[in-house]
């Protein structure tokens, strides 16, 4: 039974850091290309970051390099997002989604939000 069930969202300041969880159940996450997405209202789900599979390597949306971070602890089987230097643009949903040559599962999202 695949979930993928997201936490570490709240309220944070300009500036701030925030670390997002991804915690999931049914698959393996070291098996599967991960990603984080957002989503603010009114605007169009974007990706952020994903770790794949393979090497593990990260890949970054431009906006985001140098300020967020994604990482995968394979006994824990979760995956994070750490998000540094936080700024009101960055206020969104955030999704986990996961990914095989099959499949693709989404999260339910956790709510991000950057207010002074």
């Known amino acids: 039974q695949v979930q993928l069930v997201e936490s570490g969202g709240g309220l944070v300041q300009p500036g701030g850091s925030l670390r997002l969880s991804c915690a999931a159940s049914?698959?393996?996450?070291?098996?599967?290309?991960m990603s984080w997405f957002r989503q603010a209202p009114g605007n169009e789900r974007e990706w952020v970051a994903s770790?794949?599979?393979?090497?593990?390597?990260?890949n970054y949306a431009d906006s985001m390099k140098g300020r967020f971070t994604i990482s995968r602890d394979s006994a824990k089987n979760t995956v994070y997002l750490q998000m540094n230097s936080l700024k009101p643009e960055d206020m969104a949903v955030y999704y986990c989604?996961?990914?095989?040559?099959?499949?693709?599962?989404w999260g339910q999202g956790t709510q991000v939000t950057v207010s002074s």
């Open positions: 770790v794949t599979n393979a090497a593990g390597s990260t």
């Open positions: 049914g698959f393996t996450v070291s098996t599967y290309t």
């Open positions: 989604k996961a990914r095989s040559h099959r499949y693709e599962y």
